[in-house]
């Protein structure tokens, strides 16, 4: 059982902290892989909640293959998210202000897809034609891409 289904299973519903990873995963044309996620509907980032002993970045590279099926074999550090606005309630309930360490990666093997469980699909998005997203962590940590591209050029 993962660490937060056990506090979960000890504190119900009520608000935690959670310390994660989300990795923005990047193709030859510096799109974007995102996933289509089954508990919200929505699209976003690959991540998810740190287990105990976990780095941030052995989350972000465990969250990847999970996820995506994808074997990361560098990761840059963006940034930190954290705070009020990274507050999040799940469909059942569950409440999370979200500790988020933001990765890149444009060096890693494998085919994206989907695991089925936490994503029905995965699919490559260019930076300027994003889907419809919900989430101030997905939209902040692409914001965080999109100005590390700015600073480069």
Not at 113 to 135: N, R, Y
Request: aromatic fraction near 10%; hydrophobic fraction near 40%; include cysteine.
């Amino acid at each position: 059982m993962s660490y937060i289904l056990e506090l979960r299973a000890l504190v119900g519903h009520r608000p935690i902290i959670c310390p994660g990873s989300t990795v923005l995963i990047l193709d030859d044309q510096n799109r974007v892989l995102l996933q289509h996620r089954t508990d919200t509907k929505n699209w976003g980032t690959i991540g998810g909640s740190s287990e105990l002993d976990d780095s941030l970045e052995q989350t972000a590279i465990r969250e990847a293959l999970e996820e995506a099926a994808i074997t990361i074999l560098e990761l840059e550090f963006l940034g930190m998210l954290s705070g009020k606005k990274y507050f999040f309630e799940y469909p059942n309930g569950d409440q999370i202000y979200n500790v988020g360490a933001v990765y890149f990666s444009r060096n890693w093997t494998g085919t994206p897809k989907a695991d089925g469980i936490e994503g029905s699909e995965v699919k490559f998005f260019a930076l300027d034609k994003l889907p419809q997203l919900q989430s101030f962590l997905t939209m902040d940590a692409l914001e965080m891409l999109k100005k590390h591209f700015e600073r480069q050029t």
